[in-house]
């Protein structure tokens, strides 16, 4: 049994497990572009993920330098990293919380995989 945590901005997300790795490749490699190509997806997408976190808090996650013979860039903030670490640390609160009596009865309810569909 698997828990997938993701954070609601109206329609948006703002933060979800993709999203934090994304954060953690930006702040290893220090590019959106190289972040996203070390987790196979493209420049535009790996941006369009970035520019969701920005406008869903209150301070961005990720700021940006333009790019000039010296080379852009991209780094997470002082701000990135605290709502990176409170979401982690929330991830591991709720697998802690796995353990107990309503997630065993879940757990003993639901089956490895799906029946077969009977549609049509």
Not at 55 to 75: F, I, K, Y
Not at 97 to 108: I, N, S, V, Y
């Given at each position: 049994m698997k828990i997938k945590v993701q954070l609601f901005c109206g329609d948006e997300i703002a933060?979800?497990?993709g999203k934090a790795d994304l954060l953690d490749a930006i702040a290893e490699?220090?590019?959106?572009?190289a972040a996203g190509k070390?987790?196979?997806?493209?420049?535009?997408r790996a941006w369009g993920l970035v520019d969701v976190m920005n406008r869903c808090w209150n301070d961005p996650l990720v700021e940006t330098s333009p790019g000039s013979h010296h080379g852009g860039g991209a780094r997470v903030t002082e701000f990135g990293r605290t709502v990176l670490g409170?979401?982690?640390?929330l991830l591991i609160r709720l697998?802690?919380?796995?353990?107990a009596g309503e997630m065993a009865t879940l757990r003993g309810a639901l089956l490895p995989?799906?029946?077969p569909s009977r549609k049509g």
């Amino acid at each position: 049994m698997k828990i997938k945590v993701q954070l609601f901005c109206g329609d948006e997300i703002a933060m979800g497990p993709g999203k934090a790795d994304l954060l953690d490749a930006i702040a290893e490699h220090g590019s959106i572009s190289a972040a996203g190509k070390s987790m196979g997806m493209s420049y535009s997408r790996a941006w369009g993920l970035v520019d969701v976190m920005n406008r869903c808090w209150n301070d961005p996650l990720v700021e940006t330098s333009p790019g000039s013979h010296h080379g852009g860039g991209a780094r997470v903030t002082e701000f990135g990293r605290t709502v990176l670490g409170e979401y982690r640390a929330l991830l591991i609160r709720l697998e802690s919380a796995a353990d107990a009596g309503e997630m065993a009865t879940l757990r003993g309810a639901l089956l490895p995989s799906p029946r077969p569909s009977r549609k049509g």
